[in-house]
């Protein structure tokens, strides 16, 4: 695919999945490119910004992006992201169930929402190997909106 061969591998992957509000897609992306971790930080993404993407489900993006074995996460702007609110992305770990046992896929397998300046934070974390999807994953649920919100926030 194109636009996998072309990502930086550096760079978080945003994959835009609703394209039903233009003006709720620039403030996520808008969001997306705010400098993060107390401003210190610029934000580095890659976004597959193509109506190919329109409707997909995470289960097709990860049958999609499956092909890049150095990507852990990949995050979703779907029909959440673009409504009234919180802005969120889908965080979705590019991890099959197939490849792991259970215990290991419930750790740090699945998927959840998380703030934009949190696609960053967590990035950087999955990169270094510093943090685990599951540590993320894990601050999320605890989190009173079910969102990961930072840690460096």
């Not at 992957?13 to 897609?25: H, K, N």
């Amino acid at each position: 695919m194109e636009w996998l061969a072309g990502r930086d591998r550096d760079a978080a992957l945003i994959i835009r999945t609703d394209y039903s509000d233009e003006q709720a897609w620039a403030a996520v992306k808008a969001e997306l490119m705010r400098p993060w971790g107390d401003g210190d930080f610029e934000p580095y993404v890659h976004i597959a910004d193509d109506p190919q993407w329109a409707g997909c489900t995470s289960a097709q993006i990860l049958s999609a992006v499956s092909v890049d074995e150095e990507l852990s996460v990949v995050f979703l702007a779907d029909r959440h992201s673009m409504g009234d609110g919180l802005i969120t992305l889908l965080a979705v770990a590019v991890l099959a169930r197939e490849e792991c046992s259970d215990e290991d896929f419930e750790a740090d397998g699945g998927e959840f929402r998380t703030v934009p300046a949190g696609v960053h934070e967590m990035h950087a974390n999955l990169m270094i190997a510093n943090l685990s999807f599951g540590d993320f994953k894990e601050a999320a649920v605890e989190d009173s909106q079910g969102t990961f919100q930072g840690f460096a926030i």
